[in-house]
């Protein structure tokens, strides 16, 4: 629609009854307004295609969750951290809550999406870690490919190098596909060394975004009106 607009204004006469250089200005006017809107426009132009990422259905529809006997995994609208930390979602009403069993078992919710080179994940985590060294349990984000081989893990937290029983703040990761791949985000904590005090691990805001191809367009286009414009200025001074 940007672009029939803008060929649509590139084609239609000056009105004869205003002077020739007060049209001329307007029109170079409108076209650097729609030239920088293609250029900062382009967030929205793209699809976040994680289903229920941001736990906002109030529940776990569209992961695959594991929760071994002794933990859990639910939903909520708020949680206390050990420490006194009062957590609440970073964006919306609700975020996922996942809490260990042990030793070595992991809770984790799971999800799939086929991304192309360029697409990627984001999202918010923290780490309550309700235990005292040397029992490290961990929570952490990981990325696995189509073959479920880990490619990488963007974010994870333990209790090395914290104060026992810390809290962690919410923290924001991200991780971009290098290769097109069937990509699984994996969202997991599990409880290292013993069974006794159980630690948390808190998820929001998930995104998985594929880049829509009209994008990189409309980008180009907009930064080829701002340079046309810019050479436009400097050979009128010279």
Known sequence: MRIAALLAYENCPLDSSQPKTGGVKVKKLFISLFAISLVFGMTGMASALLVNGGF???????????????????????????GGTFYTPVEGSWFALLKT????????????LSLPAGGWFSGHAAFDWRDYDP???????????????????????????????WDGPWTPWSWTA????????????????????????LFDANVGVIPEPTTMLLLGLGLVGLSGLGRKKIFKRG
Do not use: C
């Open 56 to 82: 906002e259905i109030g529940d776990f529809t569209g992961w695959t969750v594991n929760v071994p006997h002794g933990a859990s995994a639910g939903v909520v609208a708020n949680h206390t951290g050990w």
């Open 101 to 112: 069993d042990g030793p070595a078992t992991y809770t984790t919710a799971r999800q799939s």
């Open 178 to 201: 290098t290769a097109p791949d069937t990509y699984t985000l994996e969202l997991g904590v599990a409880n290292i060394g013993d069974s006794v005090l159980d630690s948390y691990g």
């Open 135 to 165: 029992y490290n349990d961990v929570a952490y984000v990981k990325i696995y490919d189509g073959s479920m081989a880990l490619v990488a893990t963007p974010w994870s937290e333990s209790g090395v190098g914290h104060p026992d029983y």
